[in-house]
């Protein structure tokens, strides 16, 4: 059964310091999303992508947050620099396309920030 | 501001019996709903679905249920089993765009 990859499952690091996570969705699923999960809450949309181009990325801090699919396959989320509040689940989901098609998540990277 | 809220954080139901699970929604233009399980340390599964042009759909031991005049849905698991034990959580979105989430609940199911 195909999967939603994500890289690393697990990421420590200091404040300050760059951090990056990589998805690779489903194939043949033109839309990816990212998403992070702080614990107790569900996840929060940060950037949708439309193939390569972004359809929304209203709710992604862009001071210290990149996000880029470049070929509309596999994708990269930045934070630069990591600060304490982004200790979190980043998720990343794909689906067919937009509208009435489920999204498959991947099993998440949960970003420690120290 | 929260437009999927699940307010009851946790539910204990005995093997065998039903799980009812809630979700309100504020947002009248939402028109595709989902439910999602997660266990710990893995990203959320798609467990059912519904298009707002319907008030049932059931897949196996689950039924979810949508009353838009109250912006309400429920899912239903019958019977429930151990093996369910996971946080639910319910999802809304308007056609094309990204899924709002609840805070999920929490199901256990006793032997």
């Known amino acids: 059964e195909a999967e939603v990859a994500q890289s690393p499952r697990y990421k420590i690091t200091e404040k300050s310091q760059a951090v990056a996570f990589w998805c690779d969705p489903i194939s043949g699923h033109a839309t990816l999303y990212w998403y992070r999960q702080i614990l107790g809450q569900g996840p929060e949309l940060l950037v949708q992508?439309?193939?390569?181009?972004?359809?929304?990325d209203s709710q992604l801090p862009k001071d210290r947050f990149s996000a880029e699919r470049l070929k509309g396959v596999d994708s990269t989320l930045k934070i630069q620099p990591a600060e304490l509040g982004d200790s979190a689940m980043y998720l990343c989901?794909?689906?067919?396309?937009?509208?009435?098609?489920?999204?498959?998540f991947g099993p998440g990277t949960r970003l420690t920030v120290t | 501001d929260q437009q999927v809220k699940q307010n009851s954080p946790s539910l204990s139901v005995q093997e065998g019996r039903i799980s009812i699970l809630n979700c309100d929604y504020t947002?009248?233009?939402?028109?595709?709903f989902l439910w999602y399980k997660k266990y710990p340390a893995e990203g959320p599964t798609f467990l059912i679905s519904?298009?707002?042009?319907?008030d049932k759909n059931e897949d196996g031991r689950f039924t979810v249920f949508l009353n838009k005049s109250a912006k309400h849905l429920s899912l239903h698991i019958v019977p429930s089993q151990p093996g369910d034990s996971a946080v639910y959580f319910c999802a809304a979105s308007e056609t094309g765009y990204a899924l709002n989430f609840g805070k999920g609940t929490s199901l256990l199911v006793t032997p």
């Open positions: 519904i298009s707002s042009i319907k």
């Open positions: 947002n009248s233009m939402f028109d595709y």
């Open positions: 992508f439309q193939d390569e181009s972004v359809v929304d």
């Open positions: 989901a794909s689906s067919l396309t937009g509208g009435f098609y489920e999204q498959y």
